[in-house]
């Protein structure tokens, strides 16, 4: 018993086993039904073949015996019912009249017991009902073990009409008499059914047994088959050195299967990071790509822009490979390098140009700049001769395919026309300031005058007292130290003379504006106080450093304060105010006004234009306000002429304060 | 003028005397639709359609044929009503069954057609006349001997009530012939198969009788089988037993039948005043064999000799 139950368990624990019993198990049952109801339909199928053909036996009897029966013919019935027994089973057969008495009843000698039976049953109670239309019928004795088939016998009888021993009535149904003359009786053994039915039993069974064989072999193959990758994977998992635990195969898996599952959800995490970053990383790269072709697009248009500029006849311009040798160039640089335009392919550009030449000077800034992929712009020339280059440096699919676009423009003109204009504007303003000085030199020569004349009633005293011996030491001390201040009044005069006669210098240096306007002041106080007008000085002297040339900007101060003193008239005296203020934005505003009538407002748009002027003939140049206009641009700044609400002028003059390094 | 003549000839048209330009009304009354009697009435319909008319100068044709098949009717009474409304001159009733139906219109002259035993249904009216389906034995025999010339000896059964008559003809044209017939008389069917028993070795051939009594299907399976079991060849009088295995019989043409009929009308309506037409035979005979039995008897019979025919 014990080996039994071992023997269970270990069925249990093998699922190859559990597959086929479990396949095993459906195939019984199927076939079991599937035989069980062949074995029903084969029964029924014999039952209701033995009914049709007793049925159709008996039929077939009646019609037999049918003028047998007619004329009463006993040996004529007797002699056609025997053709009854050629079917298989039939025991007897008999023959009534209409009214059941029993005509003829031959029976198998084997079954004497039936035609006793027979030959002692009353018919009266079968028959009754039974009509001419009337079917074959039959009964089922199952206590003798018999079937018994019954069948009407029927003729045509008598003519119904006399045109119908003539004529062929039927189709009209005239003429057509059917009369019930007898029965027919045919009793058939059961056993040849039986027979048949225990034939179809030992057929079911050995199918039934064929199934389940053969089915067996098919479920031990389909177990194997089906179990065979799964000890080929637990194997595989043993292989792998995971721990494998369970009853049977299918138990391992399980057991395997969570640990797996774990590791996965580990695993997956794991990727999950991993794509994580890497979307990231493509995400980059992507935009890195796209960055890229932007900027390759770009280049394309670049070199494009390059060759077309290449096309410019106005522009020198030559395409460089990385090491300088010559792709491509026009005519204008031809000519500048005085060479054919064909020679130039492939020769280095620098080994064509002189030293003195401002791309060789250049060449380390640009290889600098192509190294960078940045463009770079310069200006410069020699002989006379100035270009304005644009070095275009272009990317190729790798560093050697890479490309370089120089353009040299000629701005010996507007070099030229430059230089020019700046050479007239320092004349200019020479000559402003020459006239500044002509018109205060009268009141500079009355400022030297009064201290040379103090200076002499000084000497022409101390001279007098020493003649006379009259010496006195302390008043001699007390003059001559009144005749040093006089000479310092003189020499401070002449150096702002000397200062403001100057040349002139473009740089730029911090400028203390409150002292630039006091020496401004110093020069006009003469003219100013010559001509009776009042001047009011709003500076506060804590303020105003701006970054700028001392002497420009004494020139726009001295050029308004004039501007401010012509327009007031000499007999009528005035007022002239010089304000400076700064505000928060380290912006500088210094206003220059006077009680004049001030500038109509149709001629304000003009007043800054050149050779603008509304002073009478031989006294404005009309350049005085254009100079002013320029220099304060030229600082940075702004001017601007306002109307005060009392109706007077006021020129504004803003500058932005400069920065120091303190602060 | 046009229009006053036109009203004229309309007047004319329309008050003109019927009796004198109307074709003769003839009512045929059909038992059923079956092939013999439609065959018949196409005979008297065509007939009829020939004959010029007897009647009134103006009239197209010599009748107006009015069909009523009786299976399709409703009753009698129903037929007679219709019959009524008709007013015919005539009436043609095919079928044993439309003369019953027609035969008490005794003021109306009726011509019977495929009746077999018109005297049993007429009663010896005299208004009532037809004609007879009956050949005359000696036709007969003489056809059945031009084809079987060894036949000595003839077996008849029948019903003394119903054929003697016939029986009686035949006897004596078989005398005419030196024929010897040997008659078996019976009451019953039931009682064939003995008779026929009785007569086996007697005859040469086995001459079948229109006889209600011992013409039934049972009873021509009888004399058929008893033909082939004794090889004896049966001769029968409708072409319906020639094709069920009697050997031959001299059977009538239906169509002509109704052609004869039709000029009996034509005759009975010319003298409306004359009673008592006689019936007449059949016009038309003709010869069917069955040759299939007649070779499994072993006779030897021409193809070319089927069919005879004759006054």
């Known amino acids: 018993m014990n080996d039994f139950f071992h023997f269970l368990k270990k069925l249990n624990n093998n699922f190859a086993a559990k597959v086929f019993i479990y396949l095993m198990a459906v195939i019984l049952l199927l076939s079991g039904a599937l035989n069980y109801i062949y074995l029903l339909e084969q029964q029924r199928s014999l039952r209701t073949e033995m009914v049709r053909g007793g049925s159709l036996l008996a039929e077939m009897i009646s019609e037999t015996v049918r003028l047998g029966v007619f004329s009463e013919n006993i040996n004529g019935i007797r002699s056609s019912v025997q053709v009854a027994f050629r079917s298989h089973g039939v025991m007897g057969v008999c023959v009534y009249n209409r009214q059941g008495d029993l005509l003829v009843a031959v029976f198998d000698d084997h079954f004497p017991d039936q035609k006793q039976r027979c030959l002692n049953n009353r018919t009266t109670p079968v028959l009754s009902g039974v009509a001419v239309n009337t079917a074959a019928f039959f009964h089922d004795d199952q206590e003798n073990g018999i079937m018994e088939f019954w069948s009407p016998i029927v003729i045509s009888g008598p003519n119904a009409s006399e045109d119908a021993i003539y004529f062929d009535m039927k189709r009209e149904g005239q003429g057509i008499r059917r009369e019930l003359i007898g029965y027919t009786r045919i009793v058939m053994a059961k056993e040849p059914l039986h027979q048949q039915m225990r034939g179809v039993i030992t057929k079911t069974l050995v199918i039934f047994a064929s199934i389940l064989f053969l089915g067996g072999l098919l479920t031990l193959f389909i177990a194997r088959e089906v179990t065979g990758p799964l000890n080929r994977l637990v194997s595989s998992i043993k292989g792998y050195g995971i721990n494998v635990a369970g009853t049977d195969q299918l138990g391992t898996l399980a057991g395997t299967f969570d640990s797996l599952v774990n590791q996965l959800e580990n695993s997956f995490a794991t990727v999950n990071d991993l794509k994580k970053g890497l979307e990231d990383k493509v995400g980059e790269l992507e935009s890195e790509v796209a960055v890229r072709r932007e900027v390759e697009a770009a280049l394309r248009e670049s070199e494009q822009t390059a060759r077309a500029l290449l096309n410019i006849p106005e522009n020198s311009a030559v395409l460089l490979d990385v090491r300088g040798r010559v792709l491509d160039a026009n005519q204008p640089m031809a000519d500048r390098l005085s060479m054919d335009r064909g020679a130039l392919g492939s020769r280095i550009l620098w080994d064509l140009l002189p030293a003195e030449d401002i791309l060789a000077q250049k060449r380390g800034e640009i290889d600098e700049a192509v190294a960078q992929g940045r463009p770079l712009r310069f200006e410069g020339g020699h002989d006379g001769c100035y270009f304005d280059y644009i070095i275009l440096p272009i990317s190729g699919d790798s560093s050697r395919t890479g490309r370089i676009a120089i353009l040299a423009r000629d701005i010996t003109r507007r070099v030229v026309a430059e230089k020019n204009r700046q050479d007239l504007e320092v004349r200019a303003l020479t000559q402003a300031k020459l006239a500044s000085l ?106 105003g450093l701006v970054n700028g040339n001392m002497n420009k900007l004494e020139q726009v101060f001295i050029n308004l304060l004039q501007n401010s003193v012509d327009a007031l008239e000499p007999e009528d005296g005035g007022e002239v105010t010089v304000a400076m203020t700064m505000d928060r934005d380290n912006r500088i505003t210094i206003r220059i006004s006077d009680s004049g009538p001030g500038v109509s407002p149709e001629i304000r748009g003009m007043i800054f234009e050149p050779f603008f002027t509304t002073k009478e003939v031989g006294k404005g140049t009309g350049l005085g306000l254009p100079i002013v206009y320029g220099i304060i641009k030229e600082h940075g700044g702004a001017i601007s002429y306002e109307s005060t609400a009392a109706g007077k002028g006021c020129f504004s003059i803003t500058l932005p304060g400069a920065i120091c390094e303190g602060e | 003028m046009v229009r006053v003549l036109c009203s004229i000839i309309t007047a004319v048209l329309i008050f003109i005397q019927p009796g004198h330009c109307r074709a003769m009304e003839i009512v045929a009354v059909v038992s059923s639709r079956i092939p013999p009697y439609m065959e018949a009435l196409a005979g008297f319909r065509d007939d009829c359609g020939r004959a010029v008319p007897t009647s009134g100068l103006k009239s197209i044709t010599f009748a107006t044929i009015t069909e009523l098949i009786l299976s399709e009717e409703a009753d009698f009474a129903s037929l007679r009503t219709t019959i009524r409304t008709k007013k015919p001159d005539l009436i043609l009733a095919v079928g044993t069954n439309a003369l019953n139906a027609v035969k008490s219109f005794a003021k109306i002259p009726i011509i019977y057609l495929l009746v077999p035993y018109p005297e049993a249904v007429t009663g010896g009216l005299a208004n009532i006349s037809g004609i007879d389906m009956t050949i005359a034995p000696e036709v007969q025999l003489a056809a059945f001997l031009e084809q079987l010339p060894t036949i000595k000896r003839l077996g008849i059964v029948h019903d003394p009530s119903r054929s003697g008559d016939l029986v009686k003809k035949i006897r004596a044209a078989a005398n005419r012939w030196g024929i010897e017939l040997k008659v078996r008389e019976a009451q019953s069917p039931r009682q064939v198969h003995n008779l026929l028993q009785s007569l086996i070795g007697e005859i040469d051939a086995l001459w079948m009788v229109p006889d209600h009594t011992v013409t039934t299907a049972e009873t021509v399976e009888e004399m058929l089988l008893f033909s082939l079991e004794q090889r004896v060849p049966v001769l029968s009088f409708t072409e319906k037993y020639v094709t069920r295995g009697a050997t031959m019989a001299v059977v009538f043409d239906n169509y002509s039948m109704g052609e004869k009929a039709a000029a009996m009308a034509r005759e009975m309506l010319a003298d409306p005043g004359r009673a008592g037409v006689p019936a007449v035979s059949p016009a038309r005979v003709k010869m069917l064999i069955n040759y299939r039995v007649a070779e499994k008897l072993g006779l030897a019979i021409l193809p070319d000799k089927d069919e005879k025919t004759g006054d």
């Not at chain 1, 040093?484 to 702002?496: K, P, S």
């Not at chain 1, 020069?523 to 506060?540: A, F, P, Q």
Request: proline share 4%; hydrophobic share 40%; net charge negative.
């Open chain 1, 438 to 543: 002509g018109q205060i030199s009268a009141g500079i020569a009355h400022e030297i005058n009064q201290p040379l004349s103090y200076i002499k009633v000084i000497y022409e005293s101390t001279l007098r007292d020493i003649e006379l011996g009259q010496l006195d030491q302390e008043e001699l001390v007390e003059d001559f130290t009144e005749a040093l201040r006089q000479v310092g009044r003189i020499a401070l005069l002449t150096d702002q003379l000397r200062n403001f006669g100057r040349p002139d210098t473009d740089q730029f240096e911090p400028v203390f504006l409150p002292a630039a306007l006091d020496r401004t002041m110093i020069l006009m106080g003469e003219l100013i106080r010559s001509r009776n007008i009042l001047l009011h000085r709003r500076i506060d002297d804590a303020l």
